[in-house]
């Protein structure tokens, strides 16, 4: 063809307007063709593109350093948004420095010594500060955007979030505090001495009301005290590493909560810290270790458990923990920084570095941050590039042992209501659901779908097919939103309410089958034989009439088995319990979504077999069945297989059926009567509400990722085997 | 002996034969036929029952406290559960007939929600002391709380002078007046829609003028006095529209109509509130016929009403029949185009063989992956990028950085794209080789081959795909859940307004509409037929365009038949 026409060019007899056509025409299809083909390669293009920073290795990077004013620091922060430093300096000068170059923005003189200077737990911008006379006060920043003349202008304000009324605190060794909601709770120690302040009804911009005050001898000498979420219980950490807690809840009535240690024998804490959420604590031993550890409560004790232990090959002198994640970093003695990640179990990054192991350092609550003062004219910045440390191949996929858990387990869910959850990304549940669903879809499916197809194709009158086949294959358009309706709304009550009916089912249609197929066959041989096109028609009113006795004898099989109780005899003697949306409805359902794809490839397949193999295998003497089973469907063998490939795919991929006939719970449990939670509507579900690019994102762009791979092989795989088989006809 | 012998002869013949292996096979066939026409069957029978404007009857029956009760309601269905269920949950053993192993009940449609919830309500059998229909009894269909049942007792008319109308005179009146009310509603319905939604369109297309001004520097005071004079201009039409709306519903708001209920106590229902009202047991066969096709077409044609649960679909239907227009437009050209360039330009062989293979995978890919690529690339990339160059008044609420009707189509038409695609070849590699070489035989360049020859012959297999690729996405749900479906979208895509096509408004959908109603309705039981209804329309819609493409197909077919010979 493209010789002739280039001859056409050649012998140049075109006028302008024909040739410019057709070059334009050429150029046109070739381009649109590409696009199109485009198109398609920028979907595995762009879903790469958005998974692929979560493989991204994290980065602590080279540091800034910033000259400021020569004080002795007592605290170095970041704000919110990432463009200003605060420091609080011993000698009660809070100053302000821009990220971007250093310079000084704003300072506020509070006009006392500070010797501590810690966060109020849980705020970000709020300290509590602790001067020489033990006295408290608490001040919070706040950075205000305005425009001057079109201009953007941050200006840092200092207020006193309940007052300027600082709080005696009597002598002491170290104090925590924290503001739960509202109630404020100052705890201090001092020897074995602990004392508790609480002020109820607390509200930050009013003063604070009268306080309750609580004295207590504890067992440890606690050099470390830290409050836990909602004020329950207090941690009192010794340097050994002996560890009282006390439930709070009441100052009236304090009871001890546990007593243990946090550090092998004969070795020292050399840092501690709780992390996000005060669910469990970081602490690091001189022997290298840095072990998280959870508070385990269960029915009747509370204990402590090492939930993980990290490495980073050297001790650590200081444990600092990211304001709004998990995540921490910890500075050897020697300076050197490690990037960790609890949840993942990561070492994410490792840099050594010249500061001073114990000079006062913070992470911005962005987590892009690190800032330190080692000396007192000096705040270094490290940018941290570590967007998701919460994703690794552990965490996807194997057992993680969260916070608060008695054990390590597969946990998909994704966020909750509170800020210091943590999230559990496991796709592990959603595989196995994706697995689940597709299992008991397809073995509901393929047998109907295979034996109707040949019979379809070998046996039936060539009247019947030309109306059955059509009418399966409408089927495979019938929205699945229909038929996950009818599944969650219909079928799954139906079955909740009948499910000694609907299992006798398969007891009746098989039995009443064989007995009516062993009657036929004592009719005349001419009947049989002339009817054999038509059994698919003959036996339809025997299906409806069988389950029409199975669900007229339903209830006396529920007596006579089951107790008059199906579902509780599952759940007594089997220990299946039993969700009204469930495997078997999706199993049902989806398999009705599944049949007509493998009814309509199987059936060509099998319809496609030569005529001639099968009149000779008749000549020969084989009966038609034995043709069938001997010499059809090994011909047809690598169709059928690839129709039930293709039948797995659609299944692996269905969302709305999942979404409508199961209870969407991340279940790992193969139970036909409860349901499960799988990759597509799971994405269906999470994905509208998901923030755009955060891990949850991308884990869910991996979700889909995942899924088009494996359909896309599955379906290349079958489509490469069909065309091997029709080489394979080619040749006979 | 003997005879045993025989029979296991007998029975290993018969196996041999393979006999019960084909009728296993057939039953095969008989299930999965009786499934498609059952589901279809269903479907029907339970979407079309809904529109049937039922007798209402009186019931009385013995409540839980054994206290007899007397309610109008319509007899929606009867089922039965084990009389075990029953007593579990715990229910009355007075009411369980000896010896019957179930206990059979009715779901009853009760309707007044408000004095004497909840609307449906299940009724055993053996509670039922009588069942009656009296003749007389109305269903008033209203704008909230769902429909009434009751006597109608008296209705009055007017504030000022109040007429009170009983007897004979009453039903007339109350027909007269809801007539009345209707034309209201419809005045209010095009002064809402009309003026002042345009006035609103202004205020917002001033407030971002406004912005505009107010951010760039120096700020430009003629040009703000200017916007304000219109604000202040246009805000003062709005109040004289606004009070003229106000009268509008104090012209609606004039009567009080008051019904008693079955056991004979007044309910007072503002008439405003009434959208219909029938009297099925006054109705001949005929009658409620035309009222049956009446409800049907108010199915079709309104607006839903009560969280979807009342009401009509028409923004769904419209929505849906948009977005697959949009959709084709979009999918036609580009899925010929390519399909044009793998069998006609492209150089046949490994490398388009392969692009061959990997476009009709496409199709098996899941549709859930076209959304998340669709929200993820088309939503958030391009429309981000849009919004950054075109729209950065609106900022930071998003104009076309949102799901939206553009988005969902081109998502679509992505999904869609490969069917068209192995469609168009199939109509291509069917049409004879002889056939191109004739045309270029007699000069014409390969452009007019194409334009006059193999598109003209291949169009009806275009069309086929352009049907089975409209067909798939009027039924998709999942993609479209992430790009641009909503449950209730206050304005369709179409209005008078310039643009007058808003491509980056959110739009209704039946698929979704039958997931939302379905599965997120607050009353599943009022809301479950009318998503049978939904669900009907869908299924004759998609299969009567599978339909349409078979039969396209089948001509075809024999068309080239005719060519090969």
New interface residues.
Partial sequence: ??L??QN?IHVG??SPR??W??V???Y???V??????G??T??FA??LW?VAPILLPAEIETPTDYRIVERPTALVDVSENGEAMVRISETGIVEFFSVADGSGIAAFDLGRTIVKAKRLSPLVDTYALLDDNNNLLFVKTDYIIDFD??QRRLSPKLSFPFSNRSIPLGPLDNFDAQLADDDLVIATVSGTQVSLTRFKNVEIGYRLGGSAQVTLASTVQAQEVFLVPRNQWIYLLSKSGEIDVLGIKSLQRVSRIYQGSLAPAGSTITAVTPLLGRYSLLTANDQGDIVQWGALVTANETRFVALRTFDVGQPVAQLITEPRRKGFLSVANDGELSLLYPTSGRLLDQRPSSLPASAPMAISPRSNLLIAAPQDGLITAHGLDNKHPEISWSALWAEVWYEGYEEPIFSWQSSSADNDFEPKFSLTPLAFGTMKAAFYALLFAV??????A???AY??APAMRAL?K???E??A??????????G???LAPIIE?NLSSVLSVFVF?PVL??A???A??LLPEKIVHST?GW??????P???GSVYLAFQFG??F??TFFG??SRAWFLEVLGLSYDQRNALVVGIIMG?AV??TI?SIAEDAVYAVPTHLVRGSLALGA????T??KVVLLTASPGIFSAVM?GM??A?????IV??ATGNTPLMDFNIFEGMRTF?AN??VE??ESE?DSSHYRI??LA?LV??LF??V???VA??VRQRLRRRYGSL | MMSANKSTGFFRGWFASGEPWIWMNAAAVGVSVSAVVGIVLLIAVKGLAHFWPADVAKISFEDKNGQQQLVFGELIELDDLPVKQFLESGGNPNWVTEGDPRMQRWLVKTGNRKTNPPDFRWIYVNQINNTETPGGVIVLERVEWGNAYGVPKTLTVGRENPQTITGEALMPTLLERLARGDTIREEIHSLEGGAMNAINVGLERLRLQMRQINRTLPVDEAALAEALTERSQLNAQYNDLEKQLREFYRQLDQDQLIILDAQGSEISLRLADVLRIWQPNNMNALEKIAEYVGNLWLFLSEDPREANTEGGVFPAIFGTVLMVLLMSVMVTPFGVIAAVYLREYAKQGPLVRSIRIAVNNLAGVPSIVYGVFGLGFFVYFLGGNIDQLFFTDALPSPTFGTPGLIWASLTLALLTVPVVIVSTEEGLTRIPRNLREGSMALGATQAETLFKVILPMASPAILTGVILAVARAAGEVAPLMLVGVVKLAPTLPVDGTFPYLHLDRKFMHLGFHIYDVGFQSPNVEAARPLVYATSLLLVILIVGLNLTAIRLRGRLERLYRGVES
Avoid: C, D, K
């Fill in positions: 063809l493209s002739i026409m056409q007899r075109l024909r040739h056509t057709n334009l025409t050429r046109t299809v070739g649109g063709g590409a696009a199109v083909i198109a398609i920028l979907i762009y879903l958005v003349n079109g047998p109907i779908a295979l034996m109707g040949i019979y379809t046996f039936m059955v059509p009418g399966i409408i089927m358009a019938l929205p699945t939103v229909i038929l996950g309706f009818l969650g709304l219909w309410a249609l089958l064989f009516f197929a062993l036929w066959s054999s059994y698919g028609l003959i036996v339809t025997l299906i409806i209830p006396f529920e007596n008059g109780n009705l049949i007509p009814f009966t038609p069945w034995q069938l089973v293709i795919g659609r692996v991929g269905e969302t709305m979404l409508m597509a994405i269906a994905l509208p755009v869910l762009f889909a899924l088009f359909t896309f599955l379906n290349t489509e490469v």
